[in-house]
């Protein structure tokens, strides 16, 4: 008789057929719904299941480096759509025909850290800062928001410089993320437009808050051309070329010099 606790042998027999089934039920759909990424790639699929959770480890070996996901849910239907979801971004950015302006995502340690933000716990002293970032790339968007929300910030995330210039009409922020080479409009027509706007809706008075800026480019910094504007103060670049996780452990860094001058300035 099996101990309490345990499993007996027709039981672990079950229920690693299960799981066996089940990632055969994940592969199947990643075949079936990425099929054109996949080519000669390697599927290793490392799912579990206890206390009534499912945990799936999916990593892709391909052509355009390793994809990989990491998700729990009660729901094991969610849970592949989450997976599939996760690997499609993936194959999405890294497409030959992409523009080169995204961030680095490559690698498995990108995910790493993209995982350990989805699952940050906020911080217990909030900086309660006001973050406006205007980024297209969406995986970028997503760790950002999270990680900013995790340290107590009140993010503004926008994907069109149009819209994002409508927000600045009518929100004074304490951070601005930008990414540099924006759809239709660039890092510094955005800037000299928000710059106006600023200046208009201080009616025409210097403000003595100019914003912190962070510049997302993969440019080498040397090459953008930052414009002349009274209400921002460039604080940091972040390089696209370099992997994502470099971006992750310098958001403290852009944090604690919006804070400062905050202080500051209040």
Same mark, same amino acid.
């Given at each position: ?5 345990? %499993?007996? #042998?027709? +039981? ?5 057929? =299960?799981? /066996?089934?089940? $990632?055969?039920?994940? !592969? ?75 961030? %680095?995502? #490559?690698? +498995? ?5 993209? =995982?350990? /933000?989805?699952? $940050?716990?906020?911080? !217990? ?142």
């Amino acid at each position: 008789m099996a101990s309490l606790g345990t %499993l007996s #042998d027709t +039981q672990q027999s079950y229920t690693n057929h =299960t799981k /066996t089934d089940k $990632a055969a039920v994940i !592969e199947n759909r990643i075949h079936s719904e990425l099929g054109p990424y996949l080519k000669n790639s390697i599927i290793k699929i490392d799912l579990k299941h206890f206390d009534n959770i499912w945990q799936a480890n999916v990593v892709i070996d391909s052509s355009r480096g390793y994809k990989a996901s990491r998700r729990k849910d009660v729901n094991f239907e969610d849970l592949t759509q989450n997976v599939i979801n996760d690997l499609r971004i993936q194959f999405e950015l890294t497409e030959p025909h992409r523009r080169h302006e995204i961030f %680095l995502f #490559d690698h +498995q340690r990108e995910f790493d850290h993209f =995982t350990e /933000t989805l699952s $940050a716990s906020p911080f !217990e002293t909030p900086v309660n800062l006001k973050v406006l970032v205007v980024e297209d790339d969406p995986t970028a968007l997503l760790i950002l928001n999270r990680s900013m929300h995790s340290m107590g910030c009140h993010v503004d995330l926008i994907n069109d410089p149009e819209m994002a210039l409508e927000k600045v009409k009518h929100q004074d922020y304490d951070l601005v993320i930008l990414d540099w080479c924006l759809p239709y409009m660039d890092g510094n027509e955005f800037l000299k437009k928000a710059d106006q706007i600023i200046a208009k809706k201080n009616h025409e008075v210097i403000s003595a808050k100019s914003i912190p800026l962070v510049i997302c480019s993969s440019k080498n910094s040397e090459e953008i051309d930052l414009p002349l504007v009274s209400n921002f103060l460039f604080c940091e670049y972040w390089n696209k070329k370099l992997p994502f996780s470099t971006v992750i452990s310098s958001i403290e860094s852009a944090i604690k010099s919006a804070r400062q001058h905050k202080t500051k300035v209040v």
